[in-house]
Every structure is written in structure tokens, then in C-alpha cells.
């Protein structure tokens, strides 16, 4: 991929704005309050495009494409199944527990709500996966950059080595993060995710308009591919009739309930942009005017996945006789994307069948390649980045806040003064961005390392939504019961992966470590049911000992329980109305779901 | 929080669709064979132009009714204990 002057002036112009909205947001930042929660004075539009686009990271962006070519439109139940209901409920249901009862972040409200080991068990694993996960997301970012060359031409008229370029990659990434986060704090990063949001739809919406035009439109798509790719609920009364490998039931309770609600509903760094908001009522709106683009995020994202795979094959395969036989050296892929090659030997991928394995992760850089021209192709491109900085930068201001707030002023300096706060706030950022880097070198150095950390983080957030529905619903759960519930909760994520594994995968990383007593037809049946078996252990495990417990006072639970708590009375326009609002939202996903059934 | 995102959004809005519209509109036109013949440069362009100068024209209007200093503080402003 060769960019020209116009393409580098579109990505310098880019971050030239993202630079520039960080220090002119410096002096602005006389609190800690204003560093870590935006001063609690961002409007509810701002704050809602935040909440979307905090999660806008790398796995968004390519993972939702490449998983659009592989599994076709059944991908959009990541978003309409696993994400809508739960920003609906968090909206209407939670916010008002969290913004109400003033905490600073979520692991706080676990400290009001239970005691101190609760907050300092989700602070501290909190804490660690932010940095890793952003460290992930700076080498997954590098790894792109390699992969698609435009830094080769300019790195070879510098005279310096290919190599370079993944460590320049890190480098400016961490450097463009740091100064933006460190001068403007939240206030900066959500400023940059409403920029980044834009940016994405007016990169994507052109790809998606073309590829559509160019296959004759949906119907056009339809018609060059199997009705599965183009129907999201279609065979998945099985785990063998859909291209997922996962039915209905597991959908819904694993992805729709267990695992998004706790995302969505818990996880501090979507949390913390509306907890920035300037009013309960903008808090509340904040997730539900998120909901509204993250239900057309599937036709920017997906789409054009499903649009590489449905095209005619680009390449042909190249053949050559050794020894008489004629062998395939480059498989021809299908579509735009192509045959994966393996990093070491260089040589194509087949699998256990001997088929060609497809490099699905290049279906949204392929597609930029093939649509679109110099300067179409720099705003692309500069959408790219932009997610890829997002997703760490929103890592990164989360984990600034908790170690901060729930770390370090609570258990290393408690009589720390605000002003101490705020320079901890951003020296916090230092080493943390520091941190990512270094994760960012271990993924690069021991790939294993990194499935290894995912699938600890997979097996602490499983349970978390038991303990807070519990919390913020029934009065009688105690704080030894959330506790123990959290804990054995991920202890029973981990013994069911131990005695799990998909089907054609060996025992370790992948399950089966224990004993294999289940195989699952995928390992997404896997992932699914991992969870349900971890919500359903710690939800058990949290009444049965919380009735066994002493319950607080309740005096105290005034404000962080639902039942002890004011309703509170929606006014104003229709658009003001957190309830209108989310029953709006509603409607459009049985919509979209019947649409595209 | 003192600053209008609507001015920064705009203003970059406006740079990027000036820039695309003015290379859709004098550079060569050989490179539109990948795009199904449509100059998409300058039509994109002119889109992004556009609601960047109407963000930085709500963002500029905002600032000078002074809607940016009346951001926060609302009625549920919480204090913050530890």
C-alpha cells in the first residue's frame, strides 16, 4: 500500500487536532475531579458518543470486519444481541446507583455498597487488565502498520530496517496517547473518542458505499452468497447449522445477558464517560444515545467484511511442479481476502483438512486498498489509527482514575491532598502507557503469554454482573457474599474451561487442561457457556452466603440500593426522557432483528 | 469544561473536506477506475465540508452565548467524599 502527499497530510492533520485539543484542555485541569471525570460538565451527546467510541477499539473495528467475512451478518448479534439491551438497562436501571451515590468509579461503589477487600479485588484486577489490554491494543496496532507497508517506502528512504517500523509504531502511538491523556486527562480522551467517532463513519460510510454499488446492492450481495451470511437468525436452533457454531439459547444467556450486561453494565472504562456527565439525567441519556449509532455500527463495521467475501476472487492461484505434482504456492483465497501465511516460514496456511486458511483480519484493509483512491484511502487509514489510539487511550484514562482513586489513595496514601491526586493522576499515566509498552513487547515476544492473560481477564469478568445486579437489587447481599461469590464465580470459569474443550482443538490453552468431560462445537459455545456457568456459581454462591452473613444497616444502602431509593421522575421532551428513550431503542432492535432475520 | 468540541470538530471537519474536495477537484481523475468511475474525493469531500462548517458554526454560536461555561455545576453536582 503506497500513500501519497495527500493521504500523510490527512493523518498529520489528524493528529495535529488530537495534540492540539490536550493542551489547549491543560489549563482546565485545576482538580482531580477535572482530570479524572471530565469535572463532571460533559453534555449527555458528548458523553454518549464517548461511551460508544471508548470501545471502538482495535477487535472493534478489524476484529467486526474479519468476523463479518467469516461468520457473515450473524456477527451483528455482537452488537444488537450483545450490547443493545444491556446499554438499555445500564442506562434506565444502574447509572442512577452510580452517579447517585457519587463514587469516583466503579470499584468505589463496590466499597459503599459492600466493604473494602470487594473494591480492592475488582480495583486491583481492573487495574491490571487496563494496562495490558491497552498494551495489547498498541501491538496489535503495530502489527497492522507492518502488515500493510505504507511506512516501507519512507523508512527505506531514511535508511532504516523494516524492523524499525514496528518499534516506531509503538513508539509514536505511546507518545501521541501520553501527551493528549497527560495534559487534558478524561476531559481530552473523550474529547478525542467524539473526533474518533466522527472520523470512523466518514472513513467507513464511502468503503461501504462503493462495495455496496459495486455488488448490486443487499440484494445484489445476497444472491453471491449462501442465504447463512446474509440472515442473522438463521440455523441457530444448533450449534452445526450456523456459522457461529453456537445455538440460540447460548447466544442469548452467554453473549446477550452474561457477558455483555457485564461489559456494559460494569466495566469502569465505558462506565467512567458517563459518570462524567453533567446531570443525572445526561449520566442516564449517556449509554441510551450511545445505543442509537451502535445499532447502525453493524453496516459501517460488518458490512464491509461481508462485501470482501462476497466479491469475485482477486487473485488466482499460482502453481508449481515439484517432482512431477503439481502443488498450489499461493492458494487464491476467496474474494479480497487472502490465504493466510505463516509468519515464520513464510509459506501459506492450510488446516486439518487441508484446506487454505483465509487471514480474515485483512478483510478492512483490503477493502481500503481496493476502493479506495489516494486521499480516500489517508482518511481510511487515518480512521484506522484513530480507533486503534482510542481503544488505548480509554484503557488508559480508566486505569489512571482506579489506581489513583481506588489503589493508591486507599491503600498506599490516604491523607493525600487533591493536588497530590492530580499529579498522581498523571504520573499514573506515565507508567501506565509505559506498562502497555512493555506489554505491547511481551505479546510481541510470547504470543502465548497474551491468549493466556485474555483468558484470565475472560474468567475474573465473567461473574461481576451477578455481583452487582445482586447488589444494586436485593438489600440482603453482603459484602462477604460478593466477595466469595466473585472469587468462587472466576474459579468456576476456570474449572469449567479446564473440563471443556472445542471440538478439534488440543488440550491446553484452548480447554481441557483438567479433563476434557464436554467437548462444544465451537469455541465461541465454549466462551459462552464458560460465562453462564461463572454468572450462575457466583449468583448462587452470593445469596447463599450473604444469608448466612450479617446485612449492613439499612441506613446505609440509602441511595446504592434500588429499593431504598428514590424514584426518580422523568420530565422534559420526549428526548429527555432516559425510559422513552430506551423503549425508542428497543423497538429499533426487534426491528432490525425481524429485518434481517 | 471550557473548550467547545463543536469548534475543534468543525474546524478539522472543514481542513479535511477543503482538502479532499480540492483533490477531487484539480488532481487527476486516472485514479477513479477503482471507485466505479465516481470522483469521490470531491463529492466526500464537499459532505465533510459541510458539516464541518456547520459544527464550527454551532460550536463558534455556543461560544459566544457562553454555553460552554454553563456546562456544569448542574443541580445534582455530587461532592465527592472518599
Keep these: 500500500m503506497r500513500l501519497s502527499w495527500i493521504d500523510w497530510t490527512i493523518m498529520l492533520l489528524y493528529f495535529g487536532f488530537v495534540l492540539g485539543i490536550g493542551a489547549a484542555l491543560k489549563r482546565f485541569m485545576k482538580t482531580s475531579t477535572d482530570y479524572f471525570l471530565a469535572g463532571r460538565s460533559i453534555p449527555a451527546w458528548i458523553c454518549g458518543l464517548a461511551f460508544l467510541s471508548a470501545n471502538l477499539g482495535a477487535q472493534e473495528v478489524i476484529g467486526m470486519g474479519a468476523s463479518g467475512a467469516k461468520y457473515g451478518i450473524e456477527t451483528s448479534h455482537f452488537y444488537w444481541i450483545g450490547a443493545i439491551p444491556a446499554m438499555v438497562f445500564v442506562g434506565i436501571f444502574m447509572i442512577p446507583f452510580y452517579y447517585g451515590s457519587r463514587a469516583r468509579s466503579v470499584p468505589e461503589y463496590l466499597r459503599m455498597r459492600f466493604d473494602e477487600k470487594t473494591r480492592g ?37 531514511m535508511h532504516l530496517p523494516p524492523s524499525a517500523i514496528f518499534h516506531a509504531s509503538i513508539l509514536i502511538s505511546a507518545v501521541i496517547v ?138 488466482s492461484a499460482s502453481v508449481m511442479e515439484t517432482g512431477g505434482v503439481a502443488v498450489h504456492a499461493e ?83 490516604r491523607g493525600a491532598s487533591d493536588d497530590h491526586l492530580l499529579w498522581m493522576g498523571r504520573f499514573a499515566t506515565v507508567f501506565g502507557i509505559a506498562i502497555s509498552v512493555a506489554a505491547a513487547y511481551a505479546a510481541a515476544q510470547f504470543n502465548n503469554i497474551m491468549d493466556f492473560l485474555q483468558l484470565v481477564f475472560a474468567f475474573v469478568n465473567a461473574p461481576l454482573f451477578a455481583t452487582f445486579l445482586l447488589g444494586m437489587f436485593w438489600k440482603r447481599t453482603t459484602g462477604h457474599g460478593a466477595f466469595t461469590g466473585l472469587l468462587l464465580g472466576t474459579g468456576a470459569a476456570a474449572l469449567h474451561h479446564g473440563l471443556t474443550l472445542p471440538l478439534g482443538d488440543a488440550p491446553g490453552i484452548k480447554g481441557g487442561w483438567i479433563a476434557v468431560l464436554h467437548q462444544y462445537p465451537s469455541d465461541m459455545a465454549q466462551n459462552f457457556w464458560t460465562a453462564i456457568f461463572a454468572w450462575s456459581a457466583c449468583f448462587v454462591i452470593t445469596i447463599v452466603i450473604s444469608l448466612f452473613t450479617a446485612p449492613r444497616q439499612e441506613s446505609d444502602l440509602k441511595g446504592l440500593v434500588y429499593s431504598l431509593t428514590e424514584r426518580i421522575r422523568e420530565r422534559g421532551a420526549w428526548y429527555e426522557r432516559p425510559a422513552f428513550l430506551g423503549v425508542i431503542v428497543i423497538a429499533l432492535l426487534i426491528a432490525l432483528n425481524l429485518l434481517f432475520k | 469544561m471550557g473548550l467547545d468540541i463543536r469548534v475543534p470538530l468543525g474546524a478539522m471537519f472543514t481542513l479535511l473536506g477543503l482538502l479532499l474536495a480540492g483533490f477531487g477537484l484539480f488532481g487527476t481523475k486516472a485514479i477513479y477506475s477503482q471507485t466505479l468511475g465516481i470522483n469521490v474525493n470531491l463529492d ?35 461532592n465527592i467524599p472518599h
Excluded at chain 1, 491497552?134 to 519512507?154: C, E, N, R, W
Excluded at chain 1, 456527565?277 to 445526561?282: E, K
Excluded at chain 1, 487471514?359 to 489517508?378: K, N, S, V, W
Excluded at chain 1, 482518511?379 to 481506588?406: I, Q, R
Design chain 1, 121 to 157: 479485588l475488582n480495583a486491583i484486577s481492573f487495574a491490571v487488565m487496563t494496562v495490558f489490554s491497552s498494551g495489547i491494543s498498541m501491538y496489535a496496532m503495530a502489527k497492522l502498520i507492518q502488515t500493510l507497508h505504507f511506512l516501507d517506502v519512507p523508512f527505506q528512504k
Design chain 1, 331 to 413: 492458494p487464491a483465497g476467496q474474494g479480497l481476502i487472502p490465504v493466510k501465511v505463516d509468519e515464520l516460514t513464510g509459506k501459506p496456511m492450510y488446516n486439518q483438512q487441508g484446506q487454505p486458511v483465509l487471514d480474515y483480519d485483512l478483510a478492512i484493509p483490503e477493502m481500503l486498498a481496493h476502493y479506495f483512491p489516494a486521499g480516500l484511502l489517508g482518511l481510511g487509514l487515518t480512521a484506522l489509527l484513530a480507533s486503534f489510539m482510542s481503544g488505548m487511550a480509554g484503557n488508559v484514562t480508566a486505569f489512571n482514575t482506579v489506581w489513583t482513586y481506588d489503589i493508591y489513595h486507599a491503600y498506599i496514601n
Design chain 1, 178 to 315: 501520553l501527551g493528549y491523556i497527560l495534559f487534558g486527562g478524561l476531559t481530552s480522551a473523550i474529547y478525542n473518542e467524539v473526533l474518533q467517532f466522527f472520523l470512523i463513519v466518514a472513513g467507513f460510510f464511502p468503503l461501504v458505499y462503493l462495495g455496496l454499488k459495486n455488488v448490486g446492492g443487499w440484494e445484489g450481495l445476497k444472491a453471491k452468497l449462501p442465504p447463512i451470511y446474509t440472515h442473522s437468525w438463521q440455523g441457530m436452533a444448533s450449534p452445526r447449522t450456523n456459522l457461529l457454531g453456537v445455538e440460540w439459547f447460548g447466544l442469548v444467556m452467554g453473549l446477550g445477558f452474561v457477558l455483555s450486561f457485564g461489559y456494559w453494565c460494569t466495566d469502569f472504562l465505558v462506565i467512567q464517560r458517563a459518570m462524567a456527565a453533567n446531570s443525572m439525567n445526561a449520566a442516564r441519556r449517556t449509554p441510551l444515545i450511545a445505543a442509537f449509532p451502535k445499532m447502525i455500527f453493524p453496516f459501517l463495521v460488518i458490512l464491509p467484511g461481508i462485501i470482501a467475501i462476497g466479491l469475485p476472487t482477486q487473485r
Design chain 2, 44 to 78: 466526500w469531500g464537499l459532505v465533510l465540508l459541510a458539516f464541518g462548517v456547520m459544527m464550527l458554526y454551532l460550536g463558534l454560536r455556543g461560544l459566544s452565548r457562553g454555553e460552554h461555561l454553563s456546562e456544569g455545576g448542574t443541580e445534582d453536582q455530587p
